[in-house]
């Protein structure tokens, strides 16, 4: 469990970087405070699902692919 945490602050910060964006840009994009978001990417505050769901859809991934369960970054077909 914990190693999929870890996992998962790690892709939701590099996937962010990867695009320069600010965690103030993607915290508005969620409707949440920028320090909340700051918390999800220390693991400091579990990520809800529903935010996981906007993140994956946002970045074009899988939740699998954020959560670390796989290193394949497409998203499934719909």
Do not use: H, W
Not at 8 to 35: A, G, N, P, V, W
Not at 49 to 59: H, I, N, P, T
């Amino acid at each position: 469990m914990i190693l999929l945490v870890v996992n998962m602050q790690l892709r939701i910060r590099d996937l962010r970087e990867d695009l320069d964006l600010t965690q103030k840009e993607i915290s508005e994009y969620l409707f949440c405070d920028q320090s909340l978001y700051s918390k999800y990417e220390r693991g400091e505050r579990a990520l809800p699902l529903d935010y996981a769901v906007k993140l994956a859809r946002f970045y074009g991934t899988s939740i699998d692919y954020l959560v670390g369960i796989t290193n394949q970054r497409e998203p499934y077909p719909e």
